[in-house]
Nanobody, 115 residues
Framework: QLQLVESGGGLVQPGGSLRLSCAAS????????IGWFRQAPGKQRELVAS???????NYADSVKGRFTIARDNAQNTVSLQMNSLKPEDTAVYYC?????????WGQGTQVTVSS
């Protein structure tokens, strides 16, 4: 069973950057599609970015040009580089692994953008 652990969240000022990491242990992520989602208080969870096993990427319109999702197969991680952060990016960020009918979620990491 895939277990995912997110890290890299924290408090950052508007305009700043953070790099989130989604790590797996015991199972290679090579064959999984990975998505980064976020959920702000009182709002539904939304897809921020995704990457297929083949490396194709997709971004929500709200983060295009600011966020970058990437695989590091050697480290068995998927990262989310977040630049030019805005207060509206504040949320708990989750990674999700998908392989066929199976879906696995991490526990989330808090990102707060505030001055």
């Amino acid at each position: 069973q895939l277990q995912l652990v997110e890290s890299g969240g924290g408090l950052v000022q508007p305009g700043g950057s953070l790099r989130l990491s989604c790590a797996a242990s015991g199972v290679t992520l090579d064959y999984y599609g990975i998505g980064w989602f976020r959920q702000a208080p009182g709002k539904q969870r939304e897809l921020v970015a995704s990457i297929t096993s083949g490396g194709s990427t997709n971004y929500a319109d709200s983060v295009k040009g600011r966020f970058t999702i990437a695989r590091d197969n050697a480290q068995n991680t998927v990262s989310l580089q977040m630049n030019s952060l805005k207060p509206e990016d504040t949320a708990v960020y989750y990674c999700k692994g998908v392989l066929g009918p199976w879906n696995y979620w991490g526990q989330g990491t808090q990102v707060t953008v505030s001055s």
